[in-house]
């Protein structure tokens, strides 16, 4: 996900590394957050928790590499951070062009589906991974699946500030220049509500009487209270951001005098 989302300050108890030649700084920050995401796993025992930070870990620089690959592609080196619940690509140098700005975008969400297809097309292979075995390997091979196709998916949602939401801005700015940026917004916004809504109803459905439509869903397309919080945040982001470009656009009119 590049810029809107702050670059977390540095701390002595950073855990820096290089990947494929990028500069890597893992916040502690990131592995607080993750325990916090999978403690109901501790039920399980510790090592359940430590295989699902591990998941996180790997599937979110993964993701993050897609991005600094794609920067690095067209001409800029970046440097990637892992923060609680997100990770950045920051590039060194600005890269122009929507078409360019696109492909980096979704660069970070292909790349886990790229690590997704490799994991199951070689458990489909060779099996490394049998519940009979070893329950916990199991684990590791489901979540890896899951979390790199349910985060690409949740991320290509035209939701900003995540990926799918920078190619929407892109892509609305093509189509309608300097409005753009709010239409775009505006599509956040609503699109943002409506997962909020959908995860509220999943919930409420599996929590009733349990025969109702989400029965008819695999799991992983299920809302949670998770979607629902971190949706409901990023709609409200949304709106934030239209009220302040309404206001910058009346005081600060810079389109040309013929638009105006
Ligand atoms: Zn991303």
Redesign the pocket.
Known sequence: ??NVLVEPERTPYDLRFRALGFPVRVHPWFWIGSALMGSQLLQAGPEFLLAWVAVVFVSLLV??L??AVAFRRFGSHADIVLYAFY?L?IPTHEVSGRGRKIII?LA??FAGFALCGLVYGSQELIGWADPRRSVLVWYVYFSLVRVNLVWGVL?LLPVFP??GGQVCRELCGQFSGPRGKRISLKISFGCAILVVAYSIFCVMDTRGAGAGFTNQLPSWALGTVFTAILFGFLAYQSYQLLGRSAWEDHHWDDRVPWER
């Open positions: 996900m590049p993701h993050e897609g991005h990770g690509a975008s970070g969400p991320n995540l990926d």
